[in-house]
């Protein structure tokens, strides 16, 4: 008898052995498919999403409720243009403000410098996700965990923010819009009742060449008259010399 040869038991076991192996193998592949399987569901749904998102940015689409005239010059440019702090506290901005909205809120000239003042949170809404990403990344470069950057057009969908949910509401260089009512009176629905509308604009004054064109750029009674149109009452008027002025209106 060859010494190797198999007796029914071992033969058995092998058997069993063999049964054990090809059990684990098709355990270890299953498992191995369903991973690879998940991972490639991940990818594509991924993939898809990044090619519907660029496609919606390359389009216009998303430009088409952009507040005519908003384009900002470079940074550096349009900051020469204001003393947001000084500013902010004209406008009683102080630590008793807690939750505010920014309405377009750009480069965060004004929502940065109001995030270091006000306890609550502030909501920093802009259609251009480069405007959200530069206000995120300052945000996080000074450890403000107060700053709620949100991609949204605010002409087409509104904030979304909650009714009767803010102190303060910023509309600062943005009533130039081909519907400021609309604006309006989306910030009267989130603001608490007193709650107050900062509004900023240029000068209706022709020899300040920058800011929107003269022929859209509305005078302070304009704004105060929109305002008033949709419930708001006047609070004051300043002049933020040389380029601008601001007008705080009460809800
Ligand atoms: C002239 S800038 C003013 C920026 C900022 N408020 C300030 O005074 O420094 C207007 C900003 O509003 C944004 N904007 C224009 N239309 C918008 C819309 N429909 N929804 C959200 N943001 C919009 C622009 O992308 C731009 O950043």
Redesign the pocket.
Known sequence: MNFFQKTPVTRIKLNKEKRGRRNRLVLVSAITSSCVFVDLVNFFHDLIGEVLLSSYYLSDVWKT???R????PIEEE?AKF?N?NRTLKLLGLDCRIKDAA??????????IPAAQIISGKIYA????PE?VRTVERKAKELSLNNVVAIL??????GSGLKDSSVDFV?????LH?ETPVVLLKEAYRILKPGGKAGI?HWRYDETIRDG?SMDIRPKPEQCRQWAESVGFHFKKQFDLKPYHYAIIMEK
Request: charged share 25%; proline share 5%.
């Open positions: 409720m952009r507040v005239d908003s384009d900002l349009w204001f947001p920014d309405f377009g809120c750009g480069y965060g000239t004004f929502t809404l802009d259609i251009e405007m949204r057009d605010f002409m087409s969908e910023f509309l600062f260089n943005i819009a900023i929107p």
